[in-house]
């Protein structure tokens, strides 16, 4: 059923939050608060090179030690053949997986994981990891993406042989993988241009910066049944990749997520539950794990860094006739940055005949990247949103007009082939041209800013159960971890459907054995996909009320309306009946049919893609190169907004995050490839002091593929900040700074240059 | 017959010899991966384990029942996660 045109009466209002008392009052289970008897502490050694064969790991003293149950190096972890998956949230190689968890003949990267010891107490697991006697062939390492490239670079995988090319390179290198898109003629369409603009640009890998590090706490029962409390982003994947790199059956672990405090992509993959199962299987006991921050910085995935350019070429009116790009996206220890995604989302903003993409995943000796929001737009958006400024620049055309003319609509052909279709670029751009941020004056010394962004928002398989309890409240259970507020839309979409009030409806995470298959919860899904889910349910709830009603009335169920959380006779020749509520029916279910409740497993097709446009306003400190936002306005397309506070929360966070990566977040690493910052202290993300009041605007363009319009909303907010602010600093100083971040010394070093 | 374009370009190439447009003889989904196995042995299962599909314009993960017709543009494009 479609409630696109409906009158609403929960969906789109802002109850307050279903997580928002436990997690204030500090009652909320996180996965490092969980216990079990008897339980242990697990930790890890990590590789202090940056690249080195592992020529003996002796344990033997670290065994010996007292209060120490169990020690685990690579031998105790099965080989795993090579096989690509698509679990988590990009591609992922099993055996790489296995690798990146614990290494077997070789560290790639400061930080791997090598051994790991489970101990009565957290002091004699530290000291039994001193006591690991590791004997190391340093070898050399590189941590640039373009040095990785370079012929003579130290190779990570003497197997890698870069795909994607033809023929069949002959020797092994760090490039895993080209891809090219193309459409039209690019070269022609350059020949048409009367101005072209090229630039390259450089972005640092950033870590997503979740507050709550990597935890799980493991237990192996003798017969074989695992179970695992973990943080993650998708317990079924937790699932799927222990069973996988241990030799388990999925049927014999269950996984219960627990509270997650931050992802934002970073936890779509495992680094210590198969370590953890592995120690509570050698030890009998409960094995519990927690990354210190420091840990989280050196051993789990930042997204990528990039190396770029991009060359636009367009008519004196402003039309673009062609536009190329080039990306080289560092992909850390092992193949596997969004490369992809990178490839196709730069230019996916725009109606362009002529287009031509290559990208390079490479790898370098860094920790292996993971997702993080819109993996790999802003990345090449950065870059292109930089350019289309210094167009719009040389052609006199406004910023926001040159967007305007060439805008992708309804019906644009993308470069990489789908036709965008029910999307609200051009509403997000007349939103930008009518709102008070972008009609205002610039102050004297400020300048200002506009980026737009594009994510595709994904579908996929998803769970959710119904139930009316026995007083006729409802509980809602589904599989997707909540970490952008998804019990709150989803709980609000059954109450809509039901006609009750969203208080009526406890919406709760179910564990893997307690629910069907749910992917994670990524890519802006779960209130899309989920959501469906859990509408579909409602409604299979709702045909039964009405059954149950008219079998309590005995009139034929056609002669039943359920109205504001009650069956009601329709019309008067149903007769004259009191309306029945869900308490009078749930009161009577045993005698009606049973228990009242249905589940609905759906794999939803049809997401909406997302477009955001954001303005931003800094000044610029001369003489200390700081600059300082001081107005930033985001615009999105959300086609419906839920509950409204948890987009806007989602766009300013994502707003917030972009500013961190534009000016200030990078991993510094020293001569031998050991990271120098692997802290808060030096690892600059944004304060609240450094923050502007971001403004989110919604532009609600309906998605008619869900049944209330909703489309994703956590990504797409990532996406513009760089370039938004890059073009702002533009504005404000003259000088474009294509190299992120836009920190006080580059923006000093710049403006001495400038003189 | 539905026509297959590569739009990753040579990612996948390596299974086509170059080629990067051809017709299939298919009406679903399912049948063609089943069919790209049969002519370019590999593409199939590459398509199948690391690949999404644009049917006329439209994006679909994972959907063996997709419809296609006769005329049918469809790219084969690289699955789409998130973060």
Redesign the interface.
Known sequence: MNYIDSSLKVVGTRPIRPDGVDKVTGRAVFAADTRASGMLWGKVLRSPHAHARIVSIDTTKAAALKGVFAVVSGVDFPEIASE???V????MNFRDLSLNCMARDKVLYEGHALAAVAASTQAIADEALALIEVTYEVLPHVIDVEDAMAPGAPVLHADMFT????P?PEKPSNIA??????KGDVEAGFKEADVIVEGSYTTQPVH?AYIEPHACLASYAPDGQVQIHTSTQGHFMVRAYTAKLLGISMSNIRVNPAEIGGG???K?LVYLEPVAVTLSRKSGRSVKMQMTREDVFRASGP?SGAAMTVKIGAKKDGTIVAAQQVLKFQAGAFPGS?I??GC?CGFAMYDLPNVDVVGYDVVSNRPKVA?????GAPITSFAVESLMDELAIKLGIDALTLREMNAAKNGT?TH??????NIGFTAVLDAVKSHPHWKSPLKEGHGRGLATGF???????SSAQVHVNEDGTVTAATGSPDIGGSRASIGMMVAEVLGVPATAVRTIVADTASIGFTFLT????VTFATGMAATQAAEKVVEDLKRRAAQTWDIPVEAVEWKDGMAYPAGSNAGAFEPLDLAALALKAGRTGGPILAEVSV?A??AGPGFGAHICDVSVDKETGHVKIERYTAIQDVGKAIHPSYVEGQIQGGAAQGIGWALSEEYIYNTKGQMENAGFLDYRVPVASDMPMIEAVLVEVPNPRHPFGAR?V??VPIIPPMAAIANAIRSATGLRMPDLPMSPPKIRAALDAAG | MPTV?L?????V??FTA?QTEFEVEATTFRRLILELERRFPGLGKQVE??MAI?I????????YS?ELKPGS?I?L???????
Do not use: C
């Open positions: 690509e998956a698509f988590g949230e990009g591609p795909s994607g090319v033809s069949k993988k080209v891809v090219t898109f193309k997503q934002f992509g970073g779509t997204t969004p992809g995604p196709m997702a993080y929001r819109a993996p052909k990489y082939g789908p036709v965008h279709q994510w595709f928002n994904i579908g996929g398989e990524g890519g802006s899904r794999n097709q049809g994703g956590g990504e | 374009v739009s990753s370009g040579s990612a190439q390596q170059g384990e690391s644009a006329d314009g439209e994006i679909f993960q994972d959907a997709a543009e790219y494009i690289p699955k789409i996660g998130g973060g």
